[in-house]
């Protein structure tokens, strides 16, 4: 795909549609720093422009201008992606979403919220909460990603294993397409079988087909109770082992997570919160149960526990005060960025069904010992769902640029192998991109490609992500 | 679309592929009745050839000598559509899928099941739960639907309202295209973020994007305790209206059904289950309740009565044997064909946000008042799905046929006004075509139809559905 350069004349036009204000050029270094990277890696790129629109009529107009002239579009949210989704890897235009932050009405009636794309998930899950309504999607990053950036990567987060991930709960989006029209994709109703599933072929495809403006999603009752565990155990294997028995025995927790030992001392350092932990303990798990009965939830736990006595486990934590469970939580949370505090590291967002984990988890310690590389596992083990954190250490730039790869493809080949996939969260982006042949056949990714062509002709909106 | 009619050379071939006893030709006029309709009131359409291919190889086989024959091919399950999805309109070959009816593994370590199309929506439900877990999804017609139908017209039923419709437990589906590719569409995985979500654009295509060869379901731990009560209403629209309460007060039952008192009486006259009720009696809601532990359902019901202590409702009737609940359900379930037996009548599947219920309702028989035609709604309020069941009885056929489509109009013109749409369930297929730019724009539709050309650029695929 051929792009043009932004001529000064296509600047001075894409400034009368946002205001002067709500440009940023280059120049500008200090402005623009923030456009120029995301959450993954250290990889850098650097825009010809950011806008900051502030709704879906200006966005259809600067888009316009880009479609008539080949000029790349990379919509942006947060940027805290991890597979580089929001990187303007060939310049143009980064259109930042941060204006169109309304919460446009939280609908109690029923049961439905209406926002924009570049509200904080956070902040999102906060306002219907205060209404006794909960919207579960809960990436580690909630606090400050945007559901626009959730939708496109169709983010999920740890109580996915219950509640499902975000595209679970979105009803209809409305979206500028690549050639600027103004569409909704669907309708406001939890059930629809009115023509092709625009709305779930939108959720999930990183900003290449649509830039999402408006978002409604359906909303649950709030459940009041919930019980926070974890659980060590003395080998990894039987940590990931354990998982898949939790639901045979009946069990859906709303939330299972896994820890490697290291992926917990890494985090209790970060946050400071002195964590001690036997030597022999490898592996944990973090589990929630939850529902609006403490009784009941007793019962289920003692049915947990009742797995649990098939292992070799040590003592289990349960969290006394809500500090304590937001503390397990927190050092949940900050695995990803304990990891990055300490070495340069790659996250592979591996996801296997849930009985494979220990196959899954024994390969990549067996790969990583082959291609001499160490890492930390940890993440939603109740779907399946593996990050595995590759940290460079000591590995040589050789190593790490050239023979790594390598040994990351053999765990793609793995997952696949075991029925599973490369991405079950973060997307493909731009660094999961030359991976893409081990997960896709050529029949799909010629579907794929085909669609792509018949939303965006010129190939303009965020080129160079997922093929 | 130019399609050719199937010569005798192709008609070998095709007999080659399949084997000459599963073959029907239009000879065998017997062999051939039950492959000239479906559901859907009194349509009658007669195919060329009717082929019982075993797997997906003979499928691709015949798929490609279509293709290049510019032959329609109808893709057929068992036949209880209700939008004449399955007719073979063009003629053309109808590809009957009963003999893909494997049940090929089910498997309790990760709570998944593979299964071929043809197999009876019941008879898995039964053959999962013989392991202790749950597929929720329970068309009215679950006895002789079969899966593959469900998925392509993205099926609901009454447990929708808590455990979502088919589309909500399809991980992957190995799909024929017009092509004649084989592929699949995704991974094994609870979640996916690997390019674009072909699966969840499969479901609800109603069988013009690909023939489902193999089926990946998600399962869930059976719910071990159910409650079910019928509560009467003196007037419908309260009916209507209790409904979003239910929701508000923090409730999800499994099951939320409404019916106007005709609906029951009928069915009940159907099923000779002699039922009683009230003169004043105008409308039911059937509710059940499940989850593992009695107690905890009590203490729901009694929120539930709660909320309709404040509605003006008659004796509420709690199910207190199997027997007694199944006669419900039953009940429940017989509707459509009771109002089926009693006259010529239009089902149309109205969707709407919950809580505007009460709205389409009153707009439904205030159009129906100005038309001159009687309705019989019924269905799945939980979802804001609305069965409309417009009886011919002594209406003529002028105004059945051209006067009667103005105010389906109105209805839909309602529906999509309300936030809904023209079908939650049953797809668009044959007869709802004419409606669809009721509820779908021309950018929508532009998108959908290149989707269309893209995957099938021969137009093969049940031509004449949906647009």
């Known amino acids: ?74 919509p942006r949210g947060a940027g805290t992606g991890l597979s580089g989704g929001a990187l303007a890897v060939h310049g143009g235009v980064v259109l930042s979403m941060e204006r169109l932050n309304a ?147 009946g069990i859906v927790p709303s939330a299972l997570e896994f820890m490697e030992r290291e992926a917990i001392v890494w985090a209790s350092r970060y946050l400071g919160l002195g964590m001690t932990m036997a030597e022999d303990e490898r592996a944990h798990l973090l589990i929630e149960l939850d529902g609006n009965d403490m009784d009941l939830l007793y019962k289920d736990a003692e049915q947990v526990y009742g797995v649990l006595e098939k292992f070799d486990v040590g003592d289990i934590l349960v969290a006394d005060t809500e500090k304590q469970k937001e503390d397990l939580w927190r050092m949940r949370r900050s695995v990803g960025h304990a990891v990055k505090s300490n070495s340069i590291y790659k996250e592979e967002d591996t996801v296997v069904p849930r009985a494979e984990l220990p196959v899954l988890l024994r390969g990549v310690k067996e790969i990583g010992e082959r291609y001499s590389f160490k890492s930390v596992c940890y993440g939603h083990a109740g779907d399946g769902n593996l990050h595995i954190n590759i940290v460079k250490g000591d590995m040589s730039d050789d190593d790490w640029n050239n023979k790594l790869p390598e040994g990351i493809k053999e765990i793609f080949r793995l997952c696949v192998s075991l029925g599973g996939t490369i991405s079950g969260e973060h997307g493909i982006g731009l660094v999961q991109r030359p991976y893409i042949g081990i997960a896709l056949n050529e029949v ?14 010129h190939g303009i909106l965020n080129p160079g992500k997922i093929f």
């Open 103 to 249: 919460i446009i009405d939280i609908d109690e009636r029923n049961l439905q919220a209406t926002v924009e794309p570049g509200v904080i998930t956070q902040v999102f899950q906060e306002a219907v909460m205060a209404r006794g309504l909960f919207y579960p999607p809960d990436p580690s990053s909630r606090g400050s990603c945007q559901l626009g950036g959730n939708l496109s990567e169709s983010s999920g987060g740890p109580r996915a294993v219950k509640y499902g991930v975000t595209k679970d709960y979105v009803l209809n989006v409305e979206v500028v397409l690549p050639t600027g029209e103004i569409t909704w994709t669907g309708a406001n109703v939890l059930k629809n079988a009115t023509g092709y599933n625009l709305t779930q072929l939108m959720v999930g495809s990183e900003g290449t087909l649509g830039i999402i403006t408006k978002i409604v999603f359906k909303l649950i009752p709030y459940p009041t109770q919930n019980l926070v565990m974890l659980v060590p155990f003395r080998k990894e294997e039987e940590a990931a082992a354990a998982v898949s028995n939790i639901f045979i025995a």
């Open 444 to 457: 799909q990714l010629r579907l794929m490609q085909g669609i792509k062509q018949l939303f965006d002709p």
């Open 1 to 74: 795909m051929k792009f043009n350069k932004i001529t000064p004349e296509l600047a001075e036009a894409m400034a009368s549609i946002v205001g002067r204000e709500y440009m940023v050029l280059p120049v500008d270094q200090e402005g623009m720093a923030r456009y120029t990277h995301d959450e993954t890696e250290d990889l850098r790129y650097l825009p010809e422009v950011v806008l900051k629109p502030k709704n879906a009529d200006e966005i259809s107009r600067i888009v316009c201008l880009c479609h008539e002239n080949f000029i790349p579009v990379t």
